[in-house]
């Protein structure tokens, strides 16, 4: 019976993340879901297929930025919710052009933020004591962590590049609308995520594909950095979790527990490979070289996630090793959803490297 009756808007629907929330709300729940997304280059609409022709879903192409249209949307849904997770999210385009970083992650942020107040505002008093905004975020708010110790619900902001920056600007805005205005918002601030439908530029599907194809795999610096990986299915699960019994006013943190190095990622990603693909001669890890640093590349990211896992109840279900065998195995079956994006154009080459 989840949100039986329920309109919810997602916004970022069609890329990495917002489609595996569009499939477990679909697939799992009651709910209606209204897909709000630009389609920029990372939005991807056959992530959706398996929702096409379902009656509780419905897509609308919109920037969130455009106040005008979104006004609009929230008159003919008269939604119970907004999940806001439409954002420019790759950092090293940050690095190179920050610009629409700061629209669609702060202006975006506040234009959400400003209709959804609007249109509360104008709702019966049961109907604004059932809305939620829940506004999706990342760990690198927090800026990078030394050798040990956990980002917390308490640890202090501290972003190191265009897009965590962008991204902490956002979650200020939504906290100073639920303290200043009473919109009843939630923040979640999550690890890296991976799993099936991931844009090829990010480092695991990036290092699939090239794996595959016998390329060369190039690992940014020492290979050192560490990042504590979610699976997306997770992701999506802890996120509805929070819209239906989250705490009005608070941040949860999401993590699956699972830090590993980027050289460690990259060395499993290759010998999965070689079992399900194996390549004559000899083993994918001779494929690994170093290549010069991303600038400002935070050294560690490690989520403390007790928080939602003891108010909540939520678990990771994946642990590392069997989210990154189920990914391997499903970029190895389904070549046409990968292959259809490279044949857009999308050259699969590092950027962010400033000079
Ligand atoms: N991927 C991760 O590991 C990760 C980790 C932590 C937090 N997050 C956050 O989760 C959210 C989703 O991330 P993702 O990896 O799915 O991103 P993504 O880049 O795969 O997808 C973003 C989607 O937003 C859409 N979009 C961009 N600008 C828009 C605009 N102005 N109006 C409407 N739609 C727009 C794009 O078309 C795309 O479909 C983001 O807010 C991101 O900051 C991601």
Redesign the pocket.
């Known amino acids: 019976m989840r949100f039986r009756g329920s309109t919810i808007f997602v916004?970022?629907?069609?890329?990495?993340?917002?489609?595996?929330v569009v499939r477990h709300l679909i697939n799992d729940t009651h709910a209606r879901v209204v897909n709000?997304?630009?389609?920029?280059?990372?939005?991807?609409l056959d992530s959706l297929s398996s929702t096409a022709g379902n009656p509780h879903y419905a897509f609308e192409q919109?920037?969130?930025?455009?106040a005008d249209f979104i006004r609009k949307l929230f008159e003919k849904y008269n939604p119970d919710a907004v999940m806001?997770?439409?954002?420019?999210?790759?950092v090293d385009r940050s690095i190179d052009g920050p610009d629409?970083f700061i629209?669609?992650?702060i202006v975006?942020t506040f234009t959400m933020l400003q209709e959804s107040l609007r249109y509360w505002r104008s709702q019966s008093p049961e109907k604004r004591a059932k809305f939620r905004f829940l506004?999706?975020?990342?760990?690198?708010v927090f800026g990078s962590l030394g050798d040990d110790g956990l980002f917390t619900e308490m640890t202090a902001y501290a972003p190191n590049s265009p897009?965590s920056a962008s991204?902490a600007s956002?979650d200020h805005l939504v906290r100073a609308w639920r303290e200043t205005y009473d919109l009843p918002t939630l923040v979640?601030?999550?690890?890296?995520?991976?799993g099936p439908y991931?844009?090829p530029e990010?480092l695991i599907p990036h290092m699939i594909i090239k794996g595959l194809a016998g390329d060369a795999l190039p690992v940014y610096g020492d290979g050192k950095n560490i990042r504590d990986w979610?699976f997306?299915e997770d992701?999506a699960k802890a996120l509805t979790l929070v819209l239906e019994r989250g705490i009005v006013g608070e941040s949860y943190n999401v993590g699956g527990r699972n830090e590993r190095t980027n050289l460690h990622v990259v060395e499993s990603i290759c010998d999965l490979l070689d079992e399900v693909s194996p390549q004559k001669g000899s083993n994918r890890r001779s494929l690994i070289s170093f290549v010069k640093d991303r600038p400002g590349h935070d050294r560690r990211y490690a989520i403390d996630a007790t928080k939602l896992e003891r108010e909540l109840g939520w678990h990771a279900e994946e642990h590392f090793e069997s989210g990154i065998e189920k990914t391997v195995h499903w970029y190895v079956k389904q070549r046409p959803w990968w292959e259809a994006i490279l044949e857009r154009g999308y050259a699969a080459s590092r950027v962010g490297l400033t000079h």
């Open positions: 916004t970022g629907g069609a890329g990495f993340i917002g489609s595996a709000i997304d630009k389609l920029t280059y990372a939005a991807n919109a920037s969130i930025c455009d806001n997770l439409a954002a420019e999210s790759h629409e629209q669609t992650n975006g506004h999706v975020s990342t760990d690198e897009y991204k956002s979640t601030n999550c690890s890296n995520n991976y991931h844009f990010k979610l997306v992701h």
